[in-house]
């Protein structure tokens, strides 16, 4: 079956430490992956959106992977804040999907102590 | 990029009643979807609202129950008709600019039904 996971499990960090999500798919075969903010009782923020032919973005403290052999993509977030602290949604666009429907994990849950 | 607004931002509803959200684009966008996020979950797609035709529905999501509008291409509404406690969900408009695949979301609409 076709699934796209996150971390469950929120993830703690102390302040200046680097955050890494990550996020696996299994039976897509994705166009590409976004990556979202979301705050408690609001809509997701775009992030960054990575291609399958892409290694790597980044975008100040952001930086993304996608590895289509491993099915993953990594979010990483260095020199990490407080105002970080969010919960991060990845999503994709299947291939075969044609009208731009997007997938979304269920969040990982992102905690930076100062 | 695209900014999104919608109304109302949040509403407690009696049973049975309906609620309409619209949702408000400053740009020109090619394809417009409604997003359910119920408590403590991931985003789930409810449809793709089509400029001058009927939306297309997702698997468990039916036009009678929630009734899609898009009469151009900046504005749409989605209808929760005879609701339940079921449907208590934060509701989200998201929007896909043109020449591009980045999707960006509103702030969403919380709805409470007693």
């Known amino acids: 079956s076709q699934k796209i996971e996150q971390n469950s499990e929120a993830l703690n960090i102390q302040e200046g430490k680097t955050a890494t999500l990550t996020c696996n798919y299994t039976n897509y075969s994705p166009a590409y992956l976004q990556w979202y903010r979301q705050d408690p009782g609001r809509g997701p923020v775009f992030l960054l959106l990575i291609r399958e032919n892409e290694k790597e973005k980044r975008k100040e403290r952001l930086k993304v992977t996608f590895d289509t052999t491993l099915k993953q993509s990594l979010f990483h977030i260095t020199a990490s804040q407080p105002a970080d602290s969010a919960t991060y949604l990845c999503?994709?666009?299947?291939?075969?999907?044609?009208?731009?429907?997007?997938?979304f994990g269920q969040g990982t849950e992102l905690s930076v102590k100062p | 990029s695209a900014v999104i607004s919608q109304k109302p931002s949040r509403d407690i509803c009696q049973r049975g009643t309906s609620l309409t959200i619209q949702c408000q684009v400053d740009s020109q966008v090619t394809m417009m979807f409604w997003y359910r996020q119920q408590p403590g979950q991931s985003l789930t797609l409810i449809a793709t609202a089509n400029q001058g035709s009927e939306a297309t529905y997702e698997s468990g999501f039916v036009i009678d129950k929630f009734p899609i509008s898009r009469p151009n291409l900046t504005f749409s509404t989605l209808t929760v008709s005879n609701m339940s406690p079921e449907d208590s969900s934060i509701y989200l408009c998201?929007?896909?600019?043109?020449?591009?695949?980045?999707?960006?979301f509103g702030p969403g609409t919380r709805l409470t039904v007693l």
């Open positions: 998201s929007a896909r600019v043109g020449g591009t695949d980045t999707q960006y």
């Open positions: 999503a994709l666009d299947p291939l075969e999907n044609q009208g731009g429907k997007l997938i």
